[in-house]
């Protein structure tokens, strides 16, 4: 398998896992300095593999760190759990900042990859709105589930939940897009 194309999307579970786990077995300070220490180490691997650290992953290892740090303080694992949230309404005010720009991101980087954008502009504007909605309604989601579940239930939508409800996301945008697309073939 090529090394680009390794799952290494995979690494970003470790905090999760490590935080979930240590909480079941041992007390809310190790549960708390085992994830952040992993979130350390993901980083660290992530650079090891891929010979980058992308923005979004320095992004979660500083709202791991910071949560994490005041978790301790509080005594309380609820803010090292609010991460995803956090992450999700930053993605999102990063959207919401382009579209108050009239800028699309998914242009900016087709450009920027030196490639002519395959669909007209106005398409991935509505896109990235779409998605700024998704991000915004999961953070939302996420800190209920954060300060209402387990720990098992917040584990299962921080990571491979997110994944189900993403692609659920991404069928519903094609099929809405197919139609939206057809206002500009005529």
Same mark, same amino acid.
């Given at each position: 398998m090529?090394?680009s194309s390794?799952?290494?999307?995979?690494?970003s579970?470790?905090?999760?896992?490590?935080?979930w786990?240590?909480?079941t077995?041992f007390?809310?300070e190790?549960?708390?300095i085992g994830?952040?220490?992993?979130?350390?180490i993901e980083?660290g691997l992530?650079?090891?593999f891929?010979?980058?650290?992308?923005?979004l992953?320095k992004?979660n290892l500083? +709202?791991?760190v910071v949560l994490?740090?005041? #978790? @301790?303080?509080a005594?309380e694992?609820?803010?090292? $759990?609010?991460? =995803?949230?956090f992450t999700?309404?930053?993605l999102?005010?990063?959207? +919401?900042?382009?579209?108050?720009?009239n800028? #699309? @991101?998914?242009?900016?980087?087709?450009?920027d990859? $030196?490639?002519k =954008?395959?669909?007209?502009?106005?398409?991935?504007k509505?896109?990235?709105?779409?998605?700024c909605?998704?991000?915004i309604?999961?953070?939302?989601?996420?800190?209920y589930?954060?300060?209402?579940?387990?720990t098992?239930?917040?584990?299962?939508w921080?990571?491979g939940?997110?994944?189900i409800?993403f692609?659920c996301f991404?069928?519903?945008?094609?099929i809405?897009?197919?139609?939206?697309a057809r206002r500009?073939?005529?």
């Amino acid at each position: 398998m090529n090394q680009s194309s390794r799952p290494y999307f995979l690494l970003s579970f470790l905090p999760a896992l490590a935080y979930w786990w240590l909480e079941t077995y041992f007390t809310l300070e190790i549960a708390l300095i085992g994830g952040v220490v992993l979130g350390v180490i993901e980083m660290g691997l992530e650079k090891k593999f891929t010979h980058h650290v992308h923005t979004l992953s320095k992004l979660n290892l500083g +709202l791991i760190v910071v949560l994490g740090g005041v #978790s @301790l303080i509080a005594k309380e694992g609820l803010f090292f $759990k609010l991460q =995803p949230a956090f992450t999700g309404l930053a993605l999102a005010g990063f959207l +919401l900042f382009k579209k108050i720009k009239n800028q #699309s @991101l998914m242009v900016e980087m087709l450009q920027d990859m $030196k490639q002519k =954008p395959p669909l007209p502009e106005e398409i991935y504007k509505v896109m990235e709105w779409h998605m700024c909605l998704f991000l915004i309604g999961f953070a939302i989601f996420m800190a209920y589930i954060a300060i209402m579940q387990s720990t098992s239930v917040w584990l299962f939508w921080k990571t491979g939940g997110f994944y189900i409800a993403f692609g659920c996301f991404i069928v519903v945008e094609m099929i809405y897009i197919r139609l939206f697309a057809r206002r500009f073939k005529k």
